[in-house]
């Protein structure tokens, strides 16, 4: 008996087998969604020596009747050689420090017993490398001066360090003396605006001690950040300038005594949402809304804008403004809350039990993002299960999923996603997924951190907000993403 061949179509198996491999663990079809990261690129590079055009910059542009600062990240600022390996293991330590004290104001603000006594601008923002410190700058006139401070979306008072100054840490520019400017005047102790402190800060108002002429005290305030940090002085106000913006007498804290991690900024911009914030005191120029575009600090010429107003003519994003509801804290009502609804890893929808349990704060002051542990957990283990293959490394402070990289030119990343309320998502942008703690690569770490307990509030921090335009409409309590290359040109 003769034998016969009989040919097997094995297509169709491989396409089953394939496909075996492309479910997520809730069942639906999924090719990971990946970005390519060109890690020479990702490298912080060291800026030119003695490049001071980065902290005293005062560009501005105007748009279609909207009026544009420019806004960087501080690090490519520098005038000195930095030691790249032990400033970014550095700004870790100094960023949990920032997310310690965020979550002690809000234990105490939450607990009211321990409460201690239509026109559109743009603004440069800018890398605030040079001046030392975590967050992004931006630089503004105040009574005829240019200053550069930092921009904080979870703080509300504006401050900048005074002449004659008791105790002042070291910063770039020249302090600022109201006796030099024509235009200055003191807030008095029993004034509404000195009782608005209480809201703006979570301290009362303090009256000084009245000086002749005049028949009442000035008001002072003081502004602890819970790590050490602190501002005090008194209370004045001035003519502001943002671009070619004029802003007269703007309410702000004159820093007498002054200490913590403010780098070589001048002080502090407050965005937040109480009356004495910038964006109350221009609410009538600005109708409550403001944007801005983080740069990516790779590059010492990354720039990106602070936009006062809505006017999408402004922008440059490439995809559209999605937005969502901002979620209301009755016990923190000066913060930005959104409802997180989910995340995705390379396109699969990851299952937390608290999703949509209270709210995440979006905070420009923070660096890296933090999620409740249940969270964090699902968020890791998709990752590391997507993105496999790489020698792993230590982890190092807040960070504890390290890879090491430092044989490989370029690596695929999965694509990270926040969504929120709505339609409204977050793409994180490729150089906000790794975190680069060795200049060689040799450590280099997903960019998200956990927090200590589950009842903590998560954050969603400046460094996952890079290249995406971030539009604040507090009247009508909404807040919308969009992808974005930054630039100020």
């Keep these: 008996m003769s034998s016969t061949m009989v040919d097997v179509d094995i297509r169709p198996l491989l396409l089953l087998f394939l496909l075996s491999l492309n479910f997520s663990a809730n069942g639906v079809l999924c090719f ?33 009747g909207a009026t544009i600062l420019e806004m960087k990240h501080r690090d490519h600022c520098s005038d000195k050689m930095i030691d790249w390996n032990k400033k970014l293991k550095k700004r870790l330590v100094v960023d949990d420090l920032h997310v310690r004290s965020l979550q002690s104001q809000f234990k105490t603000r939450v607990s009211p017993s321990n409460i201690v006594d239509k026109s559109t601008t743009q603004i440069p923002i800018t890398s605030g490398i040079k001046l030392e410190i975590l967050n992004y700058i931006v630089t503004i006139e105040l009574g005829g001066k240019n200053l550069t401070v930092i921009v904080d979306t979870g703080s509300d008072l504006t401050w900048v360090q005074c002449q004659p100054c ?39 108002g303090v009256c000084g001690i009245p000086k002749p002429p005049a028949s009442s005290s000035s008001c002072n305030y003081m502004v602890s950040y819970g790590d050490g940090s602190y501002t005090r ?10 671009g070619t913006t004029p802003i007269n007498g703007f309410v702000f804290g004159c820093g007498r005594n002054n200490k913590g991690l403010f780098g070589g900024a001048s002080g502090l911009m407050g965005l937040g949402r109480s009356e004495l914030s910038l964006i109350s005191q221009t609410d009538s120029l600005f109708e409550g809304v403001f944007s801005y575009c983080l740069p990516s600090s790779t ?22 403004i999605s937005f969502t509801k901002m979620v209301q804290n009755p016990q923190l009502p000066t913060f930005y809350f959104l409802n997180l609804t989910g995340i995705s890893v390379g396109g699969v929808n990851l299952k937390a039990s608290s999703f949509g349990k209270g709210g995440i704060l ?31 490394a230590p982890g190092f402070s807040i960070l504890d999923t390290c890879f090491n990289l430092s044989g490989y030119d370029q690596v695929n990343l999965p694509i990270l996603k926040m969504h929120f309320d709505g339609t409204a998502e977050l793409s994180i942008d490729v150089t906000g997924v790794l975190y680069m703690v060795k200049t060689d690569a040799s450590q280099i770490c997903l960019a998200l951190a956990s927090l200590s307990y589950e ?15 971030v539009v604040y409409d507090t009247k009508g309590s909404k807040l919308g993403f969009a992808e974005e290359t930054c630039s100020f040109k």
């Design 166 to 204: 008791k105790s002042c840490y070291n910063q770039k520019d020249p302090l600022f003396n109201p006796s030099s400017s024509h235009s200055y005047q003191p807030i008095w102790c029993n004034s509404t605006t000195c009782q608005a402190l209480q809201f703006a800060t979570g301290n009362s």
């Design 233 to 242: 002085g008194d209370i004045g106000n001035d003519h502001l300038r943002l």
């Design 455 to 469: 009842e903590e509030i998560g954050i969603v921090g400046n460094y996952q907000q890079k290249n995406q335009r």
């Design 299 to 320: 590059l010492p010429s990354a720039s990106g804008s602070l936009v006062m107003g809505f006017d999408p003519s402004a922008y440059k994003n490439s995809t559209p």
């Design 32 to 64: 990971p969604e990946k970005k390519l990261l060109n890690l020479r690129d990702f490298q912080w590079k060291q800026p030119n020596i003695g490049a001071s055009n980065c902290v005293s910059s005062h560009k501005s542009k105007s748009v279609n």
């Design 362 to 392: 979006i905070d420009s002051g923070t660096v890296i993002t933090r999620l409740a542990p249940s969270i964090y957990k699902v968020v890791k283990e998709e990752f590391v299960k997507q993105f496999s293959g790489f020698p792993s």
